[in-house]
T-cell receptor
Framework: KQEVTQIPAALSVPEGENLVLNCSFT??????LQWFRQDPGKGLTSLLL???SQREQTSGRLNASLDKSSGRSTLYIAASQPGDSATYLC?????????????WGAGTKLIIKP | EAQVTQNPRYLITVTGKKLTVTCSQN?????MSWYRQDPGLGLRQIYY???????DKGDVPEGYKVSRKEKRNFPLILESPSPNQTSLYFC??????????FGPGTRLTVL
């Protein structure tokens, strides 16, 4: 059974630093992996979607990588800003034969200190 | 604007009083789903729908019902809510490119 883990559960860094959030999964037979951002009192916003055939995706200051063989994905945030403070969740799409149920990590709560 | 809407955003109710949380998307997506989010447990899928009149159970369907009579709407029904259904609920729809779009969430408290 696929399990998705995000460590650490919380992270606090000073503004301006580059940082990496981690996501690991137990079954490498995935269809894709997505990173989401969740702000308090709001829904989830999709940040990046990496297909299983891809190694990375970039959007602005965000770069997500995928290494299926090691069961890992990282979300790199460059030049962090206080507005980046949020909870970041990764979710794995197992395969297209299933109902496409995403398997979720519990998230990393990120605080960027001004 | 492409979006998923949910109503109500906040609801406090009592045990046993039937309630419905509405969900609507304007992106003509076929796939929609409901999740609940609880501290330390992440998101868990309650029900999903592949298309109109096609629904199926997710991981935690007990105590919930759904319907999909039209493509844009996917209401979540709690026939007899209990305190263990106190949670944050999200509706989501999925694009052809497999990106999921989430509603703003409904925070439900069952006393």
């Amino acid at each position: 059974k696929q399990e998705v883990t995000q460590i650490p559960a919380a992270l606090s860094v000073p503004e301006g630093e580059n940082l990496v959030l981690n996501c690991s999964f137990t079954d490498s037979a995935i269809y894709n992996l997505q990173w989401f951002r969740q702000d308090p009192g709001k829904g989830l916003t999709s940040l990046l979607l990496i297909q299983s055939s891809q190694r990375e995706q970039t959007s602005g200051r965000l770069n997500a990588s995928l290494d299926k063989s090691s069961g890992r994905s990282t979300l790199y945030i460059a030049a962090s800003q206080p507005g980046d403070s949020a909870t970041y969740l990764c979710a794995v799409g197992p395969n297209m034969d299933s109902n496409y149920q995403l398997i979720w990590g519990a998230g990393t709560k990120l605080i960027i200190k001004p | 604007e492409a979006q998923v809407t949910q109503n109500p955003r906040y609801l406090i109710t009592v045990t046993g009083k039937k309630l419905t949380v509405t969900c609507s998307q304007n992106m003509n997506h076929e796939y929609m789903s409901w999740y609940r989010q609880d501290p330390g447990l992440g998101l868990r899928q309650i029900y999903y729908s592949m298309n109109v009149e096609v629904t199926d159970k997710g991981d935690v369907p007990e105590g919930y019902k759904v319907s999909r009579k039209e493509k844009r709407n996917f209401p979540l029904i709690l026939e007899s809510p209990s305190p263990n259904q106190t949670s944050l609920y999200f509706c989501a729809s999925r694009s052809q490119g497999n990106t999921q779009y989430f509603g703003p969430g409904t925070r439900l408290t069952v006393l």
